[in-house]
């Protein structure tokens, strides 16, 4: 059975700070859990969760993946833009010309996002979180849509981008060229399967669509967690369910 995206992960340096931020700015739930684990629950059952997971790793060039925010109306786009600010973002400068219409931010942790104006046709019917961004091959475009089983709803001059069957978020990558990884991502995905699924044949096809796998396995009160690398060297998570105990 394929794989699905549970979680957009954040590897931050203050868990519950970071998830109160994005929490307030995208007005979704905290789940209840422990400081180093916090989770922004999805507006529905078909969508992903967003966790925040320690890392004192620090922050050293422009992140490979960053949210879009999608805007209603000019008047919607100053409010979203307000609100980070109030909640501890920051106008940050990545290169983006006067004459663009989205305004790139901040959050308290550094990482980039965008408030996407409003009329942005490739963003319509998404939802709020328009898009996450990435940073990457065609290659790796086409790697996720077979290890997910999204659809490719872009695929033209290197540039491609996906999007669940059901609607919601595309994940977009923008073809070369692609600036070199430096450290671990701080934003990576993480893949769970249903309990009863084989999560070794899981693992296995990853394996022939072209990712490596970098650890053995380790265990948590979920079951075990494998760490893999995609096409383009970019961490990801497949969480396993526990094999069910007889007796």
Known sequence: MTSQLFAICFNATRPPDLARFWS???GRELADGPDDDVTILPPDTGGFRIRFLPSQEPKTSQNRAHFDLTSTSPQDQRQTVARALELGGKHIDVGQLP?????????????????IEAGNEFL???????????????EVG???SEALGWPLVWDQDQETAIQS??????????????APKTGTNRLYFELSLPAGADGEAEVAR??????????????DGDGVRVLMLDPDGNEFSVRRPRPAVAG
């Open 24 to 26: 307030g700015v995208l």
């Open 99 to 115: 004459e663009e219409g989205h305004v790139v931010l901040a959050d308290p942790d550094g990482n980039e996002f965008c408030v």
């Open 124 to 138: 319509a019917d998404t939802g709020f979180i328009g898009a996450l961004s990435c940073d990457g091959t065609r």
């Open 142 to 144: 086409h790697f996720w």
């Open 165 to 178: 069957p059901d609607g919601g978020t595309k994940i977009t990558w923008g073809g070369p060229p692609v």
């Open 206 to 219: 990853l394996l022939s669509l072209g990712s490596t796998r970098t650890d053995s396995g380790e265990g």
